[in-house]
């Protein structure tokens, strides 16, 4: 077991992620990499466009949710004390507004999905929130956070996926005293997209940093992953139980290719790889029998681990990073100059994609290329379950869980 803690002589690579651990922050992915359609895009030259073109766009839904890490916070860590922030110039160097608390250079793919779903608008941060905004849906998602509550905690404070469900359960009676009924706000709540993106720093920022965790000593990497997706599994319940029905649960990417996982582990970084594997596969099978054990459930699982290894990479840089980080810790360093040209790098930080990257895996999760991006559905599917019904739901999954 190379990851066993409080053994003589550890390798390099773990002394190395004992230093790294001591001090730091480690945020995440669960992404990757390029795609196809996008290079048209790219060749264009022109790199950023308006957020949102804004106007008359008809929400195909009434609400979209969102939860998870660093991937998807659009600013819930800004106020909290914590290591894990990004609301510091050159994040955000091509958002309207400069830095937002998103760990990139512009949007997060969680927000071209709000796109393409037709809101002309963000979904705010939950920790931002006052009144009726509630209503197009919420943001909880918390860059260091995990499925374990301890998960990240080396940090500071993050908001755990545990809490996130209570902090939805607040939005949810919001919701019920604004539509004055219980059983309305169900029916709103069903009507909603949900994406859920977390995972990744229950390895990164749990079982990989010994010095803090004591997971890597009480699991091997099997029995991890199946605590792991037991837990996550009764958090899908538990986000079901309060009304949610049309969820998209994301694997976990490359994260054996991560610009600081490589720095840190080299070679050794194939032990990501490894555990991503285990975990992604008992997830996808968690999904499936949530669809077939809960009432009207309609869960979908976007294989983001395929996307990231089909999507084309041509003309990107996909090592290094856009912006200079602080050595060992994998940020970009505050105030720094980040590469002039945004588009020809695949990350931007050591462990965040830019966003180029983000518009590509978000148009493959809402409208899948190969069968196996998303399954059974993709997100564009999702968003009209309720014009088929469940029945036909219960058909399509019928369907594709026999072939
Ligand atoms: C990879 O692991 C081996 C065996 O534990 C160790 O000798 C080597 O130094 C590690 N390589 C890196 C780059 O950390
Ligand atoms: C930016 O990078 C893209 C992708 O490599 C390239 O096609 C484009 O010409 C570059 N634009 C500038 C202004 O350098
Ligand atoms: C949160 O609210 C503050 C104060 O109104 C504002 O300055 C900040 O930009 C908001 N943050 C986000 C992420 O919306
Ligand atoms: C959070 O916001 C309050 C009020 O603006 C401020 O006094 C406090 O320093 C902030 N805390 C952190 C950790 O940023
Ligand atoms: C981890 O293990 C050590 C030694 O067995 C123990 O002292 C410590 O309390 C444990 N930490 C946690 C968080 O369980
Ligand atoms: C990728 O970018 C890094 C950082 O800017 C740079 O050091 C490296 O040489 C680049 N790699 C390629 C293949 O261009």
């Not at 749990?206 to 000593?217: A, C, I, Q």
């Amino acid at each position: 077991m190379p990851w066993e803690t409080g053994t003589a002589s550890p390798s390099n690579a773990i002394a190395r992620a004992l230093q790294w651990s001591a001090c730091c922050l480690v945020i995440v992915l669960s992404l990757g990499i390029l795609f196809v359609e996008f290079l048209g895009f790219l060749s264009s030259g022109n790199s950023y466009l308006k957020i949102f073109d804004g106007g008359n766009n008809q929400p195909h839904v009434p609400c979209y949710f969102i939860f998870g890490d660093s991937t998807a916070d659009d600013g819930n860590n800004n106020n909290l004390s914590t290591l894990s922030k990004s609301n510091y110039s050159p994040y955000g160097v091509d958002f309207p507004d400069g830095p937002t608390g998103r760990f990139t250079n512009g949007r997060l793919m969680v927000d071209f999905i709000a796109q393409f779903l037709g809101f002309d608008e963000f979904i705010p941060p939950f920790e931002n929130l006052t009144g009726q905004d509630i209503l197009k849906g919420v943001n909880y998602a918390s860059a260091s956070s995990g499925i374990r509550d301890e998960t990240g905690t080396q940090t500071g404070q993050i908001i755990s996926m545990n809490q996130q469900l209570r902090n939805h359960l607040t939005t949810v009676s919001r919701i019920a005293q604004i539509l004055k009924s219980k059983s309305a706000a169900k029916e709103y709540l069903g009507k909603c997209v949900y994406t859920i993106l977390t995972g990744s720093n229950d390895y990164i920022n749990n079982y990989f940093v010994p010095s803090y965790y004591n997971t890597s000593s009480e699991y091997t990497l099997e029995h991890y992953a199946d605590v792991l997706v037991k837990e996550y599994s009764e958090q899908l319940k538990t986000l079901h139980s309060y009304g949610a029905r049309k969820v998209a649960v994301f694997g976990l990417g490359l994260l054996y290719k991560l610009p600081e996982i490589v720095a840190v582990y080299g070679s050794n970084s194939s032990i990501f790889d490894t555990a991503v594997k285990l975990f992604n596969s008992r997830l996808l099978a968690v999904v499936y029998g949530l669809n077939a054990q809960l009432t009207g459930a309609t869960f979908t699982y976007i294989n983001n681990y395929e996307i990231s290894e089909t999507i084309s990479t041509d003309g990107l840089n996909t090592t290094g990073t856009c912006c200079q980080v602080v050595e060992g810790e994998g940020l970009c360093i505050s105030g720094s100059t980040p590469c002039s040209n945004r588009s020809q790098y695949a990350f931007f930080d050591g462990y965040h994609p830019t966003e180029v990257i983000y518009e590509a895996n978000a148009r493959r999760a809402y409208k899948r290329m190969l069968s196996s991006d998303a399954l059974p559905y993709d997100i564009s599917h999702l968003e009209k379950l309720d014009q088929y019904g469940v029945d036909d739901a219960t058909f399509f999954h019928t369907k594709l869980f026999a072939s």
